[in-house]
């Protein structure tokens, strides 16, 4: 059970590198392909534009759903440093669930907002629907709630090893 | 609002913290959260976003190879047999790699590790030495393509008095402060090679002909960008777009530094970092979209209205204000927190939105260097592992030159809107 | 009740000014029982973000193109079809008819609104070579506003693979040359400054644009109704006024715009037959493709007929 559980989490942050790396590929790829079509050919692929911004929302979510798992965020995190280790650790705890409510938050009115554009339909680009663009937002705030839930749990359950990843 | 404040200061992502804020905000205003959603998506509404996260990929990759050796050699070649030479070099190059890597340490890492050393031996003193290359990892954060100049201008954007903001302007406004910077700090450095009679180099046209052709590839990189722009033959993410698949073919085909693996893993750290900047600013629009509903702004300008009458007072405590702010905030929380309070009281008293955002630039320049969350301070003691209390007091000189360099950009507004 | 307004016309133009003035009348004639304030220069995002934000309520209405409501009512986007009118004595004729028609069904779809204001016939305008023929407008790279349908079909017919951007790049585009032909509005291309870009205009117009303040109809009904009666009267009289001021500014603009040293290009008889038959495939795109009724369509070419047969 353990065993399978830790081969699906790993398949997720292959899946999810896999995702960001792609993404930067197709963008910086058509991107530069779409300059040679416009100065080369005065030509250009109708739905490049649209689908290159869509993809900067893409990484955008995707890439802070990885640095959730790395513990990458930026933090203003002014008080924490001078603290005693034991007050830290409970405040660490209180950071982490107070995250996960956000990001619930977060997942819940962006499902909310997609299930509006699911409902009134209408085109971003080519043939795609504008709400399947938005989709990942509310997965991936699902997905940073889950994460820091669980960073929340292994710190409560498990004090001395910090450094586990979820 | 007091549980948002605590979290904050005890460590929660500054996204989690303003995301809580635009929430709160809404809620009070009886707003449908929903508007969280629409607001979020406004991130594919901003074209020009495309360029942060090719720019960044770039910077990244000229961090990991070995663009830095190359660029030193060059400059070093061209420069160094100035008196001060080798630390107008030091100034020269710092500057032209941070633009491009961001401040995010790369500039301390890839190139104080080269620069350290040499300075050493070429009879600087140990204080000096040290101080450069820490004050350094910053300079050039005025210079295109850097990630702060992007970055201001799209919040700026997001206001009805920063509509002019545009990319383009502020890479622009930003080329003769950040020239002030480097001449005054090459002034001082000339200064100190007097006091301690630092040897001359002598200046050798083979050294230059072999520096240049060694680096023949990194010497197009500014044309692309500069010259790209500011001619008009590309966009700013068409230049980033460029410049990314460049950078990758040079760094990976020719110069053969970087291995495909290697390549898949910058591509994906890079990707990490752009994504928390740009999950922070998608929800900066949110919050910001708020501070404008509830005329947040207009109310703090009313307030300062009271107490400060003129331009030139005003200048003189925003310089206050965001001197201290630097001490405590890193430049990305800075920037998506103070811009959209700032930028409408600034425009109040008359001052251009693009001079602000150099004067804003600047001053956190200087942020990146005063304890307690100095980055520069903390990587150097990392990288050259020296405690921060001794690298503080070799900052000092230099901070003070900067300062002076930064009121100078302050009351002379011509110096950032000469370009536009 | 205060009404939260979005659009995107900056603070100052004259649209705005008429706008304020009469939502100061309804404050002064309600005694500040309805009041209105303004989001300007875009601040809530574009159209489609404004028009998401009145459904969820955190917007009660916005100034917007015509066009950009078909979600409410498919049909607001009759008038901009491609080279529907060839004068403004004929859309005066049509707009006395249909006006009405087109106000009702974006009634009947949720939509308070107070009448339309012209914006103006769009004209193409090239930066590069005059573009006297449908051929030469094929060899241009040509702007397009991203998520318009409407605009994206007509360039299809015309065999014209466009450039979609946001109104907001579209000035940096045309000085870095991404793109070097735009349609628009003679007051549209001063306000935005792509006058200092352009240099030739092709004097045929291609679509005609009306602009609409809309008005959420859940949002209006708090209204108590004989404030209603109120702002319906005030706001129907300032959109004529608008819609009148912006007729006039409209033929100056364009005088400022030939005194400026903008060459105006005529398409000869021939062109402009080709020019003709290109529109008329791209209307059959349209109404194939759903993004009108053909009975809509129907209805105006018949009183665009009619008018024609009183002229003659
Ligand atoms: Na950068
Ligand atoms: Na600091």
């Known amino acids: ?166 | 609002m007091i549980v948002l404040l605590v979290m904050a200061l005890l460590g929660a992502p500054l996204f989690v913290v303003l995301a809580g804020a635009a929430a709160l905000g809404f809620y009070h205003q009886e707003t449908s959260l929903t508007v969280l959603g629409v607001e979020l998506y406004r991130l594919v509404d901003t074209p020009i976003l495309l360029a942060l996260p090719l720019f960044t990929f770039a910077g990244y990759l000229l961090g990991e190879g070995n663009t830095s050796q190359r660029l030193v050699r060059l400059i070093r070649a061209l420069m160094g047999w100035m008196p001060g030479g080798l630390a107008i070099v030091a100034f020269c190059t710092c500057a032209f790699f941070t633009a491009f890597t961001g401040a995010s340490g790369a500039t301390i890492v890839a190139l104080g590790a080269l620069l350290y050393p040499a300075l050493k031996q070429a009879g600087y003193p140990e204080r000096f030495s040290l101080g450069l290359v820490t004050t350094s990892g910053s300079l050039g954060l005025l210079l295109p393509p850097s990630l702060p100049l992007i970055l201001y201008a799209i919040i700026a954007q997001q206001l009805p008095q920063g509509s002019t903001v545009s990319i383009e302007a502020m890479f622009k406004a930003g080329l003769l402060p950040a020239l002030v910077m480097i001449v005054l700090l090459s002034i001082y450095g000339y200064w100190v090679t007097r006091q301690h009679h630092v040897p001359l180099q002598s200046f050798s046209w083979q050294e230059l002909k072999g520096a240049a052709i060694e680096a023949k590839w990194e010497i197009p990189l500014p044309l692309f960008v500069l010259g790209g722009i500011y001619s008009g033959i590309f966009a700013v993410s068409e230049a980033a777009a460029v410049t990314a698949l460049y950078v990758t073919i040079m760094t990976v085909l020719i110069h053969r530094e970087i291995s495909l693996k290697q390549l898949v893993q910058i591509m994906r750290e890079s990707m990490v970092m752009v994504g928390a900047i740009l999950l922070i600013l998608a929800v900066a629009m949110a919050f910001t979209n708020w501070l404008i509903e509830a005329e947040v702004p207009t109310q703090l300008f009313d307030v300062v209205k009271q107490y400060v009458d003129s331009k030139w007072t005003f200048l003189l405590l925003l310089n206050l204000f965001l001197l201290i702010l630097g001490c405590f905030l890193d430049i990305f929380s800075a920037l998506v927190i103070m811009v959209p309070l700032l930028l409408p009281i600034a425009v109040g008293y008359g001052i251009d939105p693009i001079h602000l955002g150099i004067i804003f630039l600047a001053n956190m320049e200087l942020g990146y260097c005063t304890p307690p969350v100095g980055m520069n301070l903390m990587i150097a003691s990392y990288r050259f592992k020296k405690s921060m209390t001794e690298l503080y007091h070799t900052t000092i000189p230099f901070l003070l030159v900067l300062m002076v360099a930064v009121l100078i950009i302050t009351y002379w507004p011509w110096l950032s809107l000469a370009l536009l | 009740m205060t009404l939260k307004i979005a659009t995107l016309s900056p603070d100052g133009s004259a649209w705005m000014t008429k706008m304020r003035a009469g939502a100061a009348e309804i404050e002064n004639r309600t005694q500040k029982r309805v009041s209105f304030k303004f989001y300007t220069g875009g601040v809530m995002g574009n159209d489609k973000a404004v028009l998401n934000k009145i459904k969820i309520g955190q917007l009660h209405g916005g100034a917007v193109t015509a066009g950009s409501l078909s979600d409410f009512y498919k049909d607001t986007q009759v008038y901009s079809m491609p080279l529907m009118f060839k004068n403004f004595n004929e859309v005066d004729y049509v707009r006395t008819k249909f006006d009405a028609v087109i106000a009702k069904g974006l009634e009947q779809g949720g939509m308070v609104n107070f009448g339309f204001a012209e914006a103006g016939f769009a004209y193409a305008m090239s930066k590069t070579a005059p573009i006297p023929s449908v051929v030469e407008l094929r060899k241009h790279k040509v702007w397009i506003p991203d998520n318009d349908m409407q605009s994206a079909e007509t360039l299809k017919a015309f065999q014209v693979s466009p450039i979609p951007l946001s109104l907001a790049d579209v000035l940096p585009s045309l000085q870095t040359g991404i793109i070097d032909t735009v349609a628009s509005s003679p007051i549209g291309t001063l306000a935005l400054q792509w006058h200092t870009q352009v240099k030739y205009l092709t004097d045929l117009p291609l679509s005609y644009i009306v602009g609409v303040l809309a008005v959420d109809q859940k949002a209006f009904n708090k209204i108590d109704p004989a404030d209603q009666l109120i702002v319906r009267d005030i706001m129907q009289r300032t959109f004529k006024e608008i819609d009148k001021q912006n007729r006039q500014d409209n033929l100056e603009a364009f005088n400022t715009l030939v005194k400026q040293g903008i060459k105006v290009v005529k398409p000869s008889a021939q062109e402009l037959l080709a020019w003709e038959k290109d529109a008329a495939l791209a209307s059959e795109r349209i109404e194939k493709a759903g993004i009108v009724n053909p009975s809509t369509l129907q209805s105006v070419r018949q009183y665009l007929k009619t008018y024609k047969a009183t002229t003659k």
């Open chain 1, 1 to 166: 059970m353990l065993y399978m559980t830790q081969t699906l989490l790993r398949c997720l942050h292959r899946l999810e590198d896999a995702l960001l790396v792609s993404l930067l590929f197709v963008m910086m790829s058509l991107a530069v392909t779409q300059i040679v079509l416009r100065n080369g050919f005065d030509t250009g692929i109708l739905w490049a534009d649209a689908f290159l911004r869509v993809s900067v929302l893409w990484i955008a979510l995707i890439g802070a759903l990885v640095a959730t798992r790395q513990k990458q965020h930026i933090q203003i995190d002014v008080l924490s440093r001078f603290l005693p280790a034991i007050t830290r650790y409970i405040a660490t705890i209180m950071v982490n669930v107070f995250s996960a409510l956000v990001c619930g938050l977060l997942a819940y009115y962006c499902f909310d907002f997609v299930k509006m554009e699911y409902e009134a339909p209408s085109m971003a680009f080519a043939n795609v629907p504008t709400w399947l663009c938005e989709a990942v937002m509310p997965v991936a705030f699902g997905f940073m709630a889950v994460r820091y839930f669980l960073q929340a749990l292994v710190l409560i359950f498990n004090p001395v090893k910090t450094e586990s990843t979820t």
